[in-house]
């Protein structure tokens, strides 16, 4: 009886320490000034205000960092899906002098610490007229994504039996067909669940956004723009936190549409390449 | 998922002209990913090894002139006690976080495995939640709770009776600004490792804990001699990523601190930054950021070798 009831406590504080930052942030959005400002804080919303969203998006350049947000993760998923794709599909379903280096590779790329690269790649992209453009951005997103999605979509495709598609051929079906029409709509949900996944990374990315656009502040992304909220909403809490949930919104809807897959697919898929 | 023993894939040998194409296109599907890997990751980092054998701050950046001067930069930043202070508070932040990370984890883990179904799915729920919260969004809340004058650490410490942190300034001290980096990083890993290691753990039959618990073992002897070493390869294969994860956690800092006050959280990889960015010295910045990925191959060879037995354990 004590052991269950200590148990609850503990598996409640743990609930509250988890969910207490993001609780705060929302509620901080929703709050009127003086309730912010008031020297003791209210823990329940008791009037509610949508005033700080409006001065979030208010704020100049709001549509555009959110546009080259969506561009750049966008941009990089799109390709880094149809790049990894191909590759899925040779180490997946073809035998081949090399199989085993290239996933060695894709594993060992998996790992790169990117934080390294930040000068190289500061460097190249000054020498080849990139810096200040969201395609060197995008492309560094898509290198950043592509090992993973690599190795997801491998083993998204390595789950669907050859015999589907070999009893397609049978039938009559090329193998272009035969992957078209029976692996493909199998194969939706995990390029779905990959993708959305890549598209979280490269939403969130800030190192290199931070490096590679400098001059053209129009062109700078969402968390570059909210990580110096001082410099556009000084000390007005409700509205940083207003935009600070506007950017979390897209990546805990995407959370929500994936759940089953959050704690098993990728818990696996991260552990175990 | 299985890397030294891949999946056996049907051979299938067709005569004639389809023959050479089966040859060549395996090739063909991987050439993107593997043009892709060489320009945009390969490149790079043959690009910072030459840029750290060079002389090469803002002039050369400019004019693309830049000498070798052979081993000159790693001489001179391994010289440099800095460098030194950097390296010690690089290990310490990263001991500190990952032995706060596992021991938590670990904790949150076997307490998920003894909750009941509800209790359960709430606390997977808050978990997930944070791990759902993107690292910019998690940076700015915590400064919002930190802050001096309306922030809810400060009136909460007050409130439990602790006078002086009545608009306490968290960031302008070196050590409470350090703490608060630790506290954002833990708080932020838990949930990969506790889920990870609670999945693990689900897959250890009932019945070994059945008959400890029939032997009269405590709950520390049941983990001790069963769950722990049923799961040494995962708790490996987890301290192995933290430590990488933590060794390269740059934004945190970054954003937070700029690795300040002074030098109070300045890491390997916000040391390099700082030195490339703000100095202008690129070949500095790139020699320690190589001393910086020599340490994490260290922490990668030993991942590797933990996944090498993971595998052949599974």
Redesign the interface.
């Known amino acids: 009886m004590i052991g269950r009831i200590s148990?609850?406590a503990?598996?409640l504080v743990?609930?509250?320490?988890?969910?207490f930052?993001?609780y705060?942030?929302v509620l901080?959005a929703f709050k009127p000034t003086k309730d912010?400002?008031g020297a003791?804080?209210t823990f329940l919303p008791a009037s509610i205000t949508l005033e700080h969203f409006g001065t979030a998006i208010a704020a100049k350049g709001f549509f555009s960092f959110w546009r080259n947000s969506l561009l750049v993760a966008g941009g990089a998923v799109l390709l880094a899906l149809?790049?990894?794709l191909?590759?899925a599909?040779?180490?997946?379903?073809?035998?081949?002098k090399g199989?085993?280096a290239?996933?060695?590779?894709?594993?060992i790329?998996q790992?790169?610490?990117w934080?390294?690269?930040?000068?190289?790649?500061?460097?190249?992209a000054?020498?080849t007229g990139m810096l200040d453009t969201l395609w060197m951005l995008t492309?560094?997103y898509?290198?950043i994504t592509?090992p993973f999605t690599?190795?997801t979509l491998?083993?998204f495709l390595?789950a669907i039996p050859?015999d589907l598609e070999e009893a397609a051929q049978v039938d009559g079906c090329s193998r272009g067909q035969a992957f078209r029409r029976v692996v493909f709509p199998l194969l939706a949900p995990g390029l779905l669940a990959t993708s959305l996944f890549g598209f979280?990374t490269a939403?969130?990315e800030?190192?290199f956004a931070?490096?590679l656009i400098i001059k053209d502040q129009d062109d700078r992304t969402?968390?570059v723009w909210?990580?110096s909220?001082n410099n556009t909403f000084g000390t007005d809490?409700g509205a940083?936190?207003a935009a600070?949930?506007l950017?979390?919104l897209p990546?805990?809807l995407?959370?929500v549409v994936l759940?089953g897959r959050?704690?098993?697919g990728i818990?696996?898929?991260?552990?175990?390449? | 998922?299985t890397?030294l023993a891949?999946?056996p894939?049907?051979?299938?040998a067709p005569a004639g002209p389809r023959r050479r194409k089966?040859?060549v296109?395996?090739?063909l599907?991987?050439a993107?990913?593997?043009l892709?890997?060489a320009y945009?990751?390969l490149?790079?980092?043959i690009?910072?090894v030459i840029?750290s054998l060079q002389e090469f701050g803002l002039p050369q950046?400019v004019r693309?002139d830049a000498e070798f001067v052979g081993l000159a930069n790693y001489a001179r930043v391994l010289a440099d006690p800095e460098f030194w202070g950097v390296v010690r508070r690089t290990l310490w932040f990263t001991a500190i976080n990952v032995v706060l990370i596992m021991v938590l984890s670990t904790l949150?883990a076997l307490?998920l495995v003894?909750?009941n179904k509800w209790?359960?799915l709430?606390?997977?729920?808050?978990?997930?939640?944070?791990?759902?919260?993107?690292?910019?969004?998690?940076?700015?809340?915590?400064q919002?709770?930190f802050?001096s004058r309306?922030g809810?650490v400060n009136?909460a410490l007050t409130a439990l009776g602790f006078e002086q942190y009545r608009g306490y300034t968290w960031f302008a001290d070196g050590e409470a600004t350090f703490g608060i980096l630790v506290t954002l990083i833990v708080?932020q890993s838990?949930?990969?490792a506790a889920?990870?290691l609670y999945?693990a753990m689900i897959t250890v039959p009932q019945e070994l804990y059945e008959a400890a618990r029939i032997d009269g073992a405590g709950a520390w002897r049941v983990f001790s001699t069963i769950t722990f070493p049923m799961l040494k390869a995962?708790f490996g294969?987890?301290t192995c990523?933290e430590v990488?994860w933590v060794v390269?956690a740059?934004?945190q800092i970054?954003?937070i601190s700029q690795g300040g006050p002074g030098q109070a959280t300045t890491t390997l990889?916000v040391y390099?930054?700082q030195v490339?960015?703000s100095l202008q010295r690129?070949d500095l910045?790139?020699a320690v950021?190589?001393l910086?990925?020599v340490l994490?191959v260290l922490a990668?060879l030993a991942?590797f070798r933990q996944?090498y037995r993971?595998e052949r354990e599974?």
């Open positions: 148990r609850t503990a598996a743990v609930f509250v320490i988890s969910v930052p993001v705060w942030m901080t912010i400002q003791t804080p149809v790049v990894a191909l590759a599909f040779a180490v997946a379903r073809l035998q081949w199989r085993r290239f996933v060695l590779m894709v594993f790329a790992m790169t610490p934080e390294a690269l930040l000068i190289p790649i500061y460097v190249i000054r020498d492309l560094v898509f290198m592509l690599v190795v491998r083993g390595a050859v979280i939403w969130n800030f190192a931070n490096v969402l968390p909210l990580s909220f809490w940083t936190m600070s949930t950017f979390m990546v805990l995407i959370f759940q959050v704690t098993t818990v696996g898929g991260a552990v175990k390449g | 998922m890397l891949e999946r894939v049907r051979a299938t089966r040859v296109l395996p090739y599907l991987i993107p990913t593997l892709a890997t945009l990751l490149y790079p980092l690009r910072n840029i950046l693309g949150v307490l003894r909750l209790l359960r709430l606390v997977m729920g808050g978990l997930v939640l944070t791990w759902a919260t993107p690292i910019i969004a998690a940076t700015t809340v915590f919002w709770l802050q309306l809810v009136w708080w838990i949930p990969f889920l990870s999945a995962m294969l987890i990523l990488i390269k740059f934004v970054w954003v990889p390099a930054f490339a960015q690129y910045g790139a950021s190589m910086m990925v994490l990668l991942y996944l993971q599974a």
